[in-house]
Nanobody
Framework: VQLQASGGGLVQPGGSLRLSCAAP????????MGWYRQAPGKQRELVAG???????NYAYSVKGRFAISRDNAKNTVYLQMNSLKPEDTAVYYC?????????WGQGTQVTVSS
């Protein structure tokens, strides 16, 4: 099973996007879920994580701008991204948190540019 993220696109600096990722219940339920990103020439990094009881953790670079949430009824995790900056440009992936190797999907491209 590979988790598919959606909702990416081209947005101007200062704009907003909302990413979504639906997962099978066996992967989602009772597990932490996370959003990760990989920019060209850089390693993939954790952007935000949320535990099954809604504890959240954010990368310093996105604190106060991004918000992770989960809908347990829909087995879906979201990433609301506000005040986007050019340095947020990357492919965004969802996975469990901590990540599980076999769950990486293709990700969704987020490009922040004027």
């Amino acid at each position: 099973v590979q988790l598919q993220a959606s909702g990416g696109g081209l947005v101007q600096p200062g704009g907003s996007l909302r990413l979504s990722c639906a997962a099978p219940g066996s992967i989602f339920s009772d597990n932490g879920m996370g959003w990760y990103r990989q920019a060209p020439g850089k390693q993939r990094e954790l952007v935000a994580g949320i535990t099954s009881d809604d504890y959240t953790n954010y990368a310093y670079s996105v604190k106060g701008r991004f918000a992770i949430s989960r809908d347990n009824a829909k087995n879906t995790v979201y990433l609301q991204m506000n005040s986007l900056k050019p340095e947020d440009t990357a492919v965004y992936y969802c996975n469990q948190w901590p990540a599980r190797f076999g769950l990486w999907g293709q990700g969704t491209q987020v490009t922040v540019s004027s």
